[in-house]
């Protein structure tokens, strides 16, 4: 009975050893491709969209900020949706009564237009510029300047993100 025993294992390992294929590799798993790490998306697939303006320069208006996603990915090709607008609000009101007056000079383009005047400028992978192409509307001497930047993706709107820049 040993004797049978001792020759059925050595018919089965001898029998394993080759009814393997040819490939020396064939018990590794095969390596799945990974796709790199985005940094950013188009403006069109954000599903939000955040601006934060970082300056305004007093000559020509040019306003800087960057645009990025809820999970702070960089929106890129946002050169052609948005709207701009300078808005010249007075520094005084005269009664808690009156209605403030202002002056307002609005810039925008939307994906629908072939050519816009005035494009954002990527300046880098979600960082943006816009020049104005004529000065704002705007006294120093009797208004304080506050400027609303807005950009539209096909998913995403931006809520208008208004700052009061220091302007001498």
Known sequence: MRKLLITASMALLLSACGSGDDDPVSSVDPVVPV???STSVTLDQANSIDIN???VDEENYTISFTLTD???LAITDASNSFEVMYLGMPKENQSSFSMPWHSATKF???AQESDCANPLVEVSPGAYTFTPSEQPVFDKASQNLEISVSVVGALA???PEIIVPEMG
Do not use: T
Request: aromatic letters at 0%.
């Open 35 to 37: 796709d790199p790490v």
């Open 53 to 55: 303006i970082s300056s």
């Open 108 to 110: 925008s383009c939307d």
């Open 70 to 72: 809820a999970d702070k």
């Open 157 to 159: 709107k931006s809520k």
